[in-house]
C-alpha cells in the first residue's frame, strides 16, 4: 500500500488527502506542529510534528505539504526536499491536466480543474477546485489558485502569488509576484508585484 505524508492538519489538508487517495494513493497521515494536541484531521490521523516528520520521511512513498498560505507552504517543502522527501504532484482523477501542460512538484490539482495545453504550473502550486488555468498560461512557484477562480490563455502569475475564490482573469494579463486577487475580482490589467486588488474591474486596495 502507499503510503502518503502531509504536512499541514488542515481544512486544505483534508482535501488534499481526499483528493490523494481518490488518486490512489493507500493511506494518508497527517504531520503538524499542533500534534499532540490535534491527533485527528477529520478522516486522517495526526501522528507527529514537523521534526517527526524529517526524522521518519523515509518511510513514506511519498510527502507534500497542504499548507494553504504560500510562503510557508513553500518553505517547509524546501526543508522536506532538503531531507530528501519525496515530494509528490497530487492529480484528483476528475481533474483535467492536458498532457501538454507541466505541473510541478508538490502541486496538487483538485477535483474538477482544468489546467490546459502548453500551461506551465510551477513547484507547490495548488490549483484548487474547479479553478481552470488556460492554455500557455504560467504560474511560478508556490502559487494558489482558488476555487472557481479562471485564468484566460497566457496569463502569468509571479511567484506566491494568491487569486481568490471565483476570481476572473482576462488573457494575456500579468500578475506580480506576492501579490492577493481578491475573491470574485476580474482582472482586466497588470496586477503589480505585492499588491492587492478587488473588483470589478480589478483596483489595487491598501492590505490589513
Ligand atoms: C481581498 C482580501 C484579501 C481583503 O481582505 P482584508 O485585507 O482583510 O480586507 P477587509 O475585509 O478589511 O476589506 C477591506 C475593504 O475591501 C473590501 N473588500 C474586501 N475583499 C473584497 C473583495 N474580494 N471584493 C471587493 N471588495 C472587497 C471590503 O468590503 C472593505 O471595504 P471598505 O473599506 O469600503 O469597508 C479578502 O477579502 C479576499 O478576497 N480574500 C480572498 C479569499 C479567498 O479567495 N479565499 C479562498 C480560500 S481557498
Redesign the pocket.
Known amino acids: 500500500m502507499k503510503r502518503l505524508a502531509l504536512l499541514g492538519a488542515s481544512g486544505?489538508g483534508k482535501v488534499v488527502a481526499d483528493a490523494a487517495i481518490a488518486a490512489g494513493w493507500g493511506d494518508v497521515v497527517f504531520f503538524d506542529d499542533a500534534w499532540p494536541n490535534v491527533e485527528k484531521n477529520g478522516h486522517w490521523a495526526v501522528v507527529g510534528d514537523m521534526a517527526a516528520l524529517l526524522s521518519r520521511v523515509h518511510e513514506f512513498d511519498g510527502v507534500m505539504v497542504s499548507i494553504?498560505n504560500c510562503e510557508v507552504r513553500w518553505q517547509k517543502q524546501r526543508s522536506l526536499q532538503d531531507a530528501n522527501g519525496a515530494i509528490v504532484t497530487v492529480v484528483h482523477p476528475r481533474a483535467y491536466v492536458s498532457p501538454y501542460a507541466r505541473v510541478g512538484r508538490g502541486s496538487v490539482v483538485m477535483a474538477n480543474a482544468v489546467i490546459n495545453a502548453d500551461a506551465v504550473v510551477g513547484d507547490a502550486v495548488i490549483v484548487?477546485t474547479g479553478a481552470t488555468v488556460d492554455h500557455d498560461c504560467a504560474l511560478g512557484q508556490a502559487v494558489h489558485i482558488?476555487?472557481g477562480a479562471h485564468l484566460s490563455g497566457n496569463v502569468s502569475v509571479g511567484d506566491f502569488s494568491w487569486v481568490?475564490?471565483g476570481a476572473a482573469v482576462r488573457q494575456g494579463t500579468r500578475i506580480g509576484s506576492y501579490a492577493?486577487v481578491?475573491?470574485?475580482?476580474v482582472v482586466v490589467s497588470a496586477v503589480a508585484e505585492r499588491s492587492?486588488v478587488?473588483?470589478c474591474p480589478a483596483k489595487p486596495?491598501s492590505?490589513?
Open positions: 486544505h494553504g484548487n482558488s476555487p481568490g475564490v492577493l481578491g475573491a470574485g475580482a492587492t478587488v473588483g486596495i492590505k490589513a
